[in-house]
């Protein structure tokens, strides 16, 4: 799983809120992941986005514009169709 954290060069303390709540989720679930925090205005035109902080799982954009509290990224992860199938393989 890759997980990105989009910011604006120019405002890069934004962006350490939502790299402290995915990092605590993805210890709530016990779940490795790589995440990466880019700080390029260009990185945020290409996928669309205009507000910051952005956070992007797999590629896909899940929030823009606030931080994100750690049970919304818990709830991102979990509805992941790999991680699902993950959890049934287990259980």
Same mark, same amino acid.
């Given at each position: 799983m890759r997980i990105d954290i989009l910011c604006k @060069? #120019?405002?890069p303390e934004s962006? =350490?809120?939502t %790299?402290?709540?995915v990092r605590k989720a993805? #210890? =709530?679930l016990? +779940? =490795?992941?790589? +995440?990466h925090q880019f700080n390029d205005t260009r990185k945020m035109i290409d996928?669309? &986005?205009y507000v910051? @902080?952005?956070?992007? &799982?797999? #590629? =896909? %954009?899940r929030i823009a514009g606030r931080i994100p509290e750690v049970e919304?990224?818990?709830?991102f992860i979990a509805e992941r169709p790999r991680y699902l199938r993950e959890v049934a393989a287990v259980a």
């Open positions: @060069p #120019d405002h962006c =350490q809120g %790299v402290k709540n993805l #210890d =709530q016990g +779940v =490795q992941a790589e +995440v996928n669309r &986005i910051e @902080p952005a956070l992007l &799982i797999d #590629d =896909q %954009v919304e990224i818990v709830n």
